[in-house]
C-alpha cells in the first residue's frame, strides 16, 4: 500500500484542467475563426472564405455552414436563438437580411444603389445599419447610411442618415460614408467617413433628437494631422491640366505645369502625413458612450496607438501604447486592445478606465474574474489571445487563436460576472477559495503571494521542493501520474492531490 494512501480522502483533488467551468475550448476540427457570440453566450460563429459557421455550445458542435467562395455568406450577428444576420452574394446581387429555420428575411434595398454591407445588428434585432453603394459616371464609389427599425408588425423600415459635405482637412466632398454600430435603444449612430485621400478616416456619431431626427457630429477633428500643417488636398489630375495636343508648344507648357503640381502636392502631403490622424474603422460599446480608434502617430515605427472617444461631449483619452488598435469597447468602457509586434504575432492587453496604462491579457483576467490563463497563450514575455467577442450580458469571452500552419483554435470563457456591474459584495475576489490545479505538467496557484511548494509521489519521496513559488511552477521532468503537493502559506501547509498529464 502506498506510503501516503490514507491521506488521500482528506486532500482537496485538484482539477486537471484549469478552471474547467470557465474554461471551454471548441472542437479540434473547427477549423474557423469565432469573431461573432449570440447575445447569451450559446451560440457563436464567423465566416473564412466566404462560408459562415455557426457553432452551439450547448451540443458542442457547428449546427450551420453555409456560404461558398462563388455566392459568400458573411456574418454580421448572431440572435438567441442561433438565427443569424449576415450579408450574402447571390446570383442577382448582393442582399442582406436574417437567416432562419433554413429561409432567407431580407431588408428592404432602397433604390439605386448597386452594393453595400450589412455592420450591425443590435442584440434585440431591432435596430440595424447598412451601407449602401453606387458608382458615379466617372466610376467613382460613392456610400451612403442607412439606419433600419424594425415596426410593430415585423418588417423594417429604413432611413438614410444625413451625410457631410466636408472633411475636417480638406475642402472636398465625402465620398463614403459607413456606418459601423447603432446603440441597443437606436439612438446614436457610429460610423465613419472618408474623402478623395481615402488615406485616414473620421468617426461620425448621428444622434436621435426630439423630434427623431438624426443630426451628426464629426469626432476627433481636433486630433486631426495636427491642423496647423498645410492641407495637400487631392492630387492633381493630369487631364485636367493638360488639355492641348501632344507635340504643341502649348502641350509642353501645360505639362510643365501638371508636373510642378505634382511635385508641390508631394511636398505638401509628405509634410501633412507627419501629422497624427485617426484610422481604422471606429467601434463603440452597446449603449453608445464610448468610441474605440486608433491614432496613428506619424512615426511608421510607432504605428497607431488607442483612442478613446466620448459620444457626448468631446472628452478624449489616448491611450500611450504604440503599435496597438482597439478591438473592442465593452458598455463599461474597458477595452481590448491588439498589440501588434514587429515579430508578427498579435498580442492581447486590456485598458480599463482611471488606470494609467494596460495590462496583459491574463493579468486582467486574473484580476477582475480570478482566471489563470492557460499556458497555451504564452508567447515568451506576451499574451498571445487573438481578436475577441463578448457576449452582449457580458458573460461569455470568446476568441481564436491561429496557429503557424494556419490552424484555428477556438477558446471561450464562462465569466463570473459582466462587465457592468462591480465585484459581487457575497462573494469578493479576495475571498476566492485557495485553490491548486494543473494543466499538462504545469502547477498553478491561484494566490499571488509567493508559497512554498513540495511535490510528493506516491512513495512518499520528495522530487521537487520549491521556495517563493508565485502562481505556476513547471513540472515537465517529472513522469505522468499522480503526486501530492503540500503547498505552504503564511505558516500553514495545505495537501492537493494532482495528476499530471502529457
Known amino acids: 500500500m502506498c506510503a501516503l494512501c490514507t491521506m488521500l480522502p482528506d486532500l482537496v483533488l485538484a482539477q486537471n484542467a484549469t478552471q474547467a467551468s470557465s474554461h471551454h475550448q471548441l472542437g479540434s476540427e473547427i477549423n474557423y475563426p469565432v469573431n461573432h457570440v449570440s447575445p447569451n453566450g450559446r451560440y457563436m460563429g464567423g465566416w473564412l472564405s466566404g462560408v459562415t459557421n455557426i457553432y452551439d455550445t450547448e451540443a458542442n458542435q457547428t449546427v450551420i455552414t453555409l456560404g461558398n467562395s462563388d455566392t459568400p455568406v458573411y456574418l454580421v450577428a448572431i440572435n438567441e436563438d442561433g438565427s443569424f444576420w449576415a450579408s450574402r452574394v447571390t446570383t442577382s446581387g448582393i442582399k442582406y437580411g436574417l437567416y432562419k429555420d433554413g429561409e432567407w428575411t431580407d431588408l428592404p434595398k432602397p ?44 418588417t423594417y423600415q429604413y432611413r438614410k442618415l444625413v451625410k457631410p459635405q466636408h472633411d475636417c482637412w480638406t475642402e472636398s466632398e465625402v465620398f463614403h460614408v459607413d456606418p459601423m454600430a447603432v446603440s441597443q435603444d437606436g439612438s446614436v449612430v457610429l460610423g465613419h467617413m472618408v474623402d478623395g485621400l481615402s488615406k485616414f478616416v473620421f468617426p461620425i456619431v448621428w444622434k436621435r433628437n426630439a423630434q427623431d431626427e438624426y443630426e451628426y457630429q464629426i469626432k476627433g477633428e481636433a486630433l486631426c494631422f495636427n491642423l496647423d500643417l498645410p492641407s495637400p488636398g487631392n492630387p492633381p489630375v493630369q487631364e485636367e491640366i493638360v488639355t492641348a495636343e501632344e507635340g504643341t508648344p502649348e502641350y509642353n ?168 456591474t462591480p465585484t459581487s459584495v457575497e462573494t469578493p475576489l479576495q475571498n476566492n477559495v485557495f485553490r491548486v490545479y494543473t494543466n499538462g505538467k504545469m502547477l498553478y496557484i491561484n494566490e499571488d503571494r509567493p508559497c512554498d511548494v513540495r511535490i510528493i509521489d506516491m512513495n512518499g519521496k520528495s522530487p521537487v521542493q520549491a521556495t517563493a513559488v508565485a502562481n505556476s511552477l513547471n513540472l515537465e521532468h517529472l513522469n505522468t501520474g499522480v503526486y501530492i503537493a503540500a503547498v505552504t502559506r503564511e505558516g500553514k501547509t495545505e495537501f492537493f492531490k494532482i495528476v499530471l498529464t502529457h
Open 111 to 154: 433604390d439605386g444603389f448597386e452594393g453595400g454591407w450589412l455592420r450591425h445588428v443590435t442584440a434585440d434585432g431591432k435596430y440595424a445599419v447598412n451601407s449602401y453603394t453606387n458608382m458615379l459616371p466617372d466610376f467613382t464609389l460613392i456610400s451612403d447610411a442607412f439606419l433600419y427599425e424594425r415596426q410593430e408588425d415585423g
Open 253 to 420: 507648357q501645360q505639362m510643365a505645369q501638371y508636373e510642378a503640381a505634382v511635385q508641390e502636392w508631394n511636398t505638401l502631403a509628405s509634410a501633412f502625413f507627419t501629422g497624427q490622424a485617426i484610422n481604422g474603422y471606429p467601434i463603440m460599446d452597446n449603449h453608445g458612450k464610448v468610441i474605440g480608434a486608433n491614432l496613428f502617430t506619424g512615426d511608421p515605427n510607432k504605428g497607431s496607438q488607442p483612442l478613446l472617444l466620448s459620444v457626448e461631449d468631446d472628452s478624449y483619452t489616448l491611450v500611450e501604447y504604440f503599435m496597438t488598435k482597439t478591438y473592442l469597447v465593452a458598455d463599461n468602457g474597458t477595452a481590448f486592445l491588439v498589440n501588434e509586434f514587429i515579430d508578427g504575432i498579435n498580442h492581447n492587453v486590456v485598458y480599463t478606465p482611471g488606470v494609467a496604462e494596460p495590462v496583459a491579457f491574463d493579468k486582467w483576467l486574473k484580476a477582475e474574474y480570478g482566471l489563470t490563463l492557460e499556458p497555451m497563450y504564452s508567447d515568451g514575455l506576451r499574451v498571445t489571445v487573438g481578436n475577441p467577442a463578448l457576449s452582449y450580458d457580458g458573460k461569455t469571452l470568446a476568441f481564436t487563436l491561429k496557429t503557424p500552419s494556419n490552424q484555428y483554435k477556438n477558446h471561450y470563457y464562462r465569466l463570473d460576472k459582466t462587465l457592468n
